[in-house]
């Protein structure tokens, strides 16, 4: 069982920074793959970035290249997504995701809202 709990959301308007993090509780933080998810109001949810167990690769959606940067700590269980040049639409709450890279059992944490103001 692993337990995520995200954190630095919030409002912030167009063109400005945002860091979240995540923090792992549970089982060992670097046998997992760590991504982050984002669902807006009405839309499902999609991805947004993931990071491999080392850190030496990275994955981003199209819409976030260049603006987003995801990053982990595996002596502080914790992935971050640094957002930088922020827009309206990246409005949602955004979800940690774990991915245990055998079994490819997935974990979920409780989602942190993001909203971005014109």
């Known amino acids: 069982q692993v337990q995520l709990v995200e954190s630095g959301g919030g409002l912030v308007q167009a063109g400005g920074s945002l860091r979240l993090s995540c923090a792992a509780f549970?089982?060992?933080?670097?046998?997992?793959?760590m991504g982050w998810f984002r669902q807006a109001p009405g839309k499902e949810r999609e991805f947004v970035a993931t990071?491999?167990?080392?850190?030496?690769?990275?994955d981003y959606a199209d819409s976030v290249k260049g603006r987003f940067t995801i990053s982990r700590d595996n002596a502080k269980n914790t992935v971050y997504l640094q957002m930088n040049s922020l827009k309206p639409e990246d409005t949602a709450v955004y979800y940690c995701?774990?991915?245990?890279?055998?079994?490819?059992?997935?974990?979920w944490g409780q989602g942190t809202q993001v909203t971005v103001s014109p």
């Open positions: 549970g089982r060992t933080f670097s046998s997992y793959t």
């Open positions: 990071i491999r167990r080392s850190g030496g690769s990275t």
């Open positions: 995701n774990a991915e245990h890279h055998i079994t490819s059992r997935k974990y």
